[in-house]
């Protein structure tokens, strides 16, 4: 199973930016997504979750209403569209699969599968 992230990059406060995932090796549609972070020196973070099918979407506080999360299954991708972007944003962005929904919206990180990251810089 490989879980292949892109499109982070620089972009300054206040700008967008959308990070994708594209899955391979399992059924994209028998799985739960989702997004985690982990900023520098800091603890791994929950970001957003999506439901195989995207009936159930869930959301950290910092992130609502700026981050949206979406899927599709016939490309076998997940997004996580990225506004109003601020410094605290600055991360590593790694996208995650799970059977379970719940496991990832737990924030647990304790994935069935997890990929490599991409670097989101917030400037100020």
């Known amino acids: 199973v490989q879980l292949q992230a892109s499109g982070g990059g620089l972009v300054q406060a206040g700008g967008s930016l959308r990070v994708s995932c594209v899955a391979s090796?399992?059924?994209?549609?028998?799985?739960?997504m989702a997004w985690f972070r982990q900023a520098s020196g800091k603890e791994r973070e929950f970001v957003a979750a999506?439901?195989?099918?995207?009936?159930?979407?869930d959301y950290t506080d910092s992130v609502k209403g700026r981050f949206t999360i979406s899927r599709d299954n016939a490309r076998n991708e997940v997004y996580l569209e990225m506004n109003s972007l601020k410094p605290e944003d600055t991360a590593v962005y790694y996208c995650?699969?799970?059977?379970?929904?719940?496991?990832?919206?737990?924030?647990?990180?304790?994935?069935?599968?997890r990929g490599q990251g991409t670097q989101v810089t917030v400037s100020s």
């Open positions: 995650t699969a799970d059977r379970d929904y719940f496991i990832l919206k737990s924030g647990r990180f304790s994935p069935q599968y």
């Open positions: 999506i439901s195989w099918a995207g009936a159930n979407i």
């Open positions: 090796g399992l059924t994209f549609s028998n799985y739960a």
